[in-house]
């Protein structure tokens, strides 16, 4: 791997010596909607850092005793998407990693991701929450996630990624740091947590989130789910080959400002010498690559540049592929209380 790591680090820097990135007469040059200013090569990274920044961010050891057998087999392919080539999940889940990593937060809360819906920031479920985060639409707002006309910010990993980071952040610290009860709060909605540690005499610091009365089932099985995955995680390290997949370049993705006079993705992508199919991709919230600029401010989330010019996107155009309407089948948090997906579900998940 290290040899891999060399040579990717030193294709960075040659890329930038070679003027791959943009300077301000490349981008007057280039065209409506080029980044002005010159460009930083970005630190390169590998399927491996991101892992590791995953282990390293953990507030508890990834698998304690007592795991959900039942949610391990549930979750079973999440690792396995991580080491899908495409560049898809695993930068993805880097993005809300740093996000995190950043608002210094615990990493387990990156795996929320994958129970609300499998890492797709297109998830539409037909009860009505959308995104990577699956957010409803009163949700969303109350987060100051915008939704207009031609825009629907839950479908953007910027905008939704942001609120959840920053209301993940409010919960935390809301619950002494337990990142148990911060997601049952995400899930359920904080008063209901609040009330369950009033009722049972308990404060948050020394908390017992399995033993909270008058707590859904559903919401201690959201805890866990995270722990399943979790372990999932922790175990795939021993497979050389899960291992072996993880070990290629990984793009570090940036949320990027769209100048009012880029009104298409392609045009924006055709710019900044980017890839318009994976931008299309990551950035679902513009329907058919459309940018309507309607008083607010409107980001694309991109590759940085050093990626952008290094690193091949072997996946097919997913507007070839039909959005999915929550991958794992879990609930999501509608004004405070879970909804149910899965149809059939007993109401005692364990």
């Known amino acids: 791997m290290r040899g891999r790591t060399r040579r990717f680090a030193l294709a960075v820097v040659c890329s930038a010596s070679m003027g791959m990135l943009a300077t301000p007469a490349a981008s007057a040059a280039a065209g409506p909607g080029a980044i002005a200013g010159p460009v930083a090569a970005a630190e390169a990274r590998t399927g491996h850092d991101i892992y590791r920044q ?35 999940t695993l930068a993805l ?3 809300v990693l740093d996000a995190l990593e950043k608002a210094s937060l615990p990493s387990e809360y990156a795996l929320i991701p994958f129970v609300e819906s499998g890492y797709k920031p297109d998830a ?11 957010m409803i639409k009163l949700t969303a707002r109350n987060h100051k996630v915008p939704i207009r006309g031609g825009y629907d910010g839950r479908l953007s990993p910027v905008d939704s990624t942001r609120a959840a980071v920053r209301y993940l952040k409010t919960l935390h610290g809301m619950f002494a740091g337990d990142w148990r009860l911060a997601a049952m709060a995400y899930n359920a909605g904080e008063y209901r ?21 008058g707590v859904a089932g559903i919401t201690h099985a959201y ?17 050389e080959q899960w291992m072996q997949a993880l070990d290629r370049p990984v793009p570090r993705l940036e949320a990027v400002p ?22 299309r ?9 459309r940018i309507r600029h309607d008083g607010g401010a409107v980001h694309l989330l991109v590759p940085t540049p050093a990626y952008a010019a290094l690193v ?3 996946a097919p155009d997913a507007e070839t592929q039909p959005a999915i309407a929550r991958a794992e089948g879990a609930e999501s948090t509608v004004n405070g209380s879970p909804t149910q997906v899965q149809a059939g579900r007993a109401a005692g998940d364990d």
């Open 54 to 88: 995953f282990r390293d961010g953990l507030s508890a050891p990834a698998c304690p005793a007592g795991v959900s057998e039942r949610w391990r087999t549930h979750f079973a392919a999440a690792p396995g998407r991580l080491a899908q080539p495409d560049e898809g």
């Open 281 to 289: 991709r990551l950035n679902p919230a513009f329907v058919a690559g």
């Open 312 to 314: 091949v996107d072997e």
């Open 124 to 134: 539409r479920s037909p009860l009505g929450p959308a995104g990577m985060w699956q």
């Open 193 to 213: 947590i609040l009330g369950a540690l009033r009722k049972s005499g308990q404060v948050a610091r020394d908390a017992k989130p399995e033993a909270l009365p």
């Open 93 to 95: 889940f880097g993005y």
């Open 258 to 279: 769209v100048a009012t006079d880029v009104t298409r993705v392609d045009v924006w992508a055709d710019a900044n010498g980017r890839d318009p199919r994976r931008l």
């Open 223 to 239: 805890v866990r789910k995270l722990q399943a995955l979790a372990c999932l995680l922790e175990e795939a390290e021993d497979q």
